[in-house]
């Protein structure tokens, strides 16, 4: 199977001029002063429920028959567990080079190749990558100390569109993702956005750095609640919503946990 390995520094250096032109489209949005710190707080204990099998799970989607698990370790695996007890179910292996986002939809896993700043169409049984395309607003993320251009983070399939969080454009896109077109954006709640969730026409957003979840008004990004995890809960990466709970991953920990 291919990887994305030297290859991948051509691609991202050419995918990260085409995201920089697209950004350049998109206006830069943010909140008042005091806005996130006035939301109604929807509380939510943190229960740890396993490890994750490997050893960096930073992202999650739901299936009814088990959790979709995205590890970042290069190039990238895809664990599919059961909730019950993180048990294996399915491993496959992966082209994405350092993923943040996994989604599923038109019987195929979406997976945010974040170094290369691609979303890849990739076959569940085999991993094999069947179609790929440039994420639009990718580049050098404003926390940590980058050194490279980054891409998208949490994915989620709704209604035949892939939501996508950037971080580095600080929005959220809507994605026709058969194309890669960016229908069009919101503003993310921070610098550091993560995992998505749809719930009942609402998203949810992880923003890694506040340690908080989002609940967003998708037409506009109008931010409506929060859940605040505390500072000695495992951070927040990935995230789904399965049967009414919500799972988020730790890629620092391992950890796999349910908000009950």
């Known amino acids: ?35 996130k710190e006035n939301l109604p707080l929807v509380a939510r204990r943190v229960d740890k429920a396993f490890h994750a099998p490997g050893k960096a ?13 995205l590890d970042q370790v ?7 567990v059961r909730y019950a007890d993180g048990s294996v179910i399915q491993e496959i292996q992966t082209e994405s080079i350092h993923g943040s986002g996994i989604t599923f939809g038109n019987g195929a896993l979406w997976i945010a190749s974040t170094w290369s700043l691609k979303t890849l169409k990739v076959a569940p049984k085999t991993g094999k990558t069947l179609a790929s ?60 956005t993560h995992g998505l969730a749809w719930d009942n026409g609402y998203l949810w957003c992880i923003e890694t ?4 979840i989002y609940k967003l008004d998708p037409k506009d990004g109008t931010l409506l609640a929060k859940i605040q995890l505390s500072k000695d809960d495992p951070e927040p990466h990935g995230l789904a919503l399965h049967e009414g709970v919500f799972w988020y991953s730790d890629a620092s920990s391992g950890w796999i946990c349910r908000l009950v």
Do not use: C
């Not at 390995?5 to 002063?33: K, M, N, Q, W």
């Not at 989620?156 to 993702?177: F, Q, R, S």
């Not at 750095?209 to 908080?212: N, S, T």
């Open 209 to 212: 750095l506040d340690r908080a």
């Open 57 to 69: 799970p930073n992202d999650l989607q739901d299936a009814p028959d088990g959790l979709w698990i």
């Open 74 to 80: 290069d190039p990238n695996k895809v664990f599919k």
């Open 1 to 35: 199977m291919r990887v994305l390995t030297e290859v991948s520094r051509d691609i991202s250096r050419r995918s990260f001029l085409a995201g920089a032109s697209s950004l350049t489209l998109l206006p830069r949005l943010a909140f008042p002063a005091g806005v």
């Open 133 to 192: 395309f440039d994420e639009p607003g990718a580049g050098f993320p404003k926390f940590g100390k980058p050194t490279r251009p980054s891409g998208a983070h949490g994915l989620k399939w709704v209604d035949g569109k892939i939501w996508m969080a950037m971080p580095p454009a600080e929005t959220i896109h809507l994605i026709e993702p058969e194309t890669g077109k960016l229908l069009r954006s919101i503003p993310g709640p921070g610098i550091r």
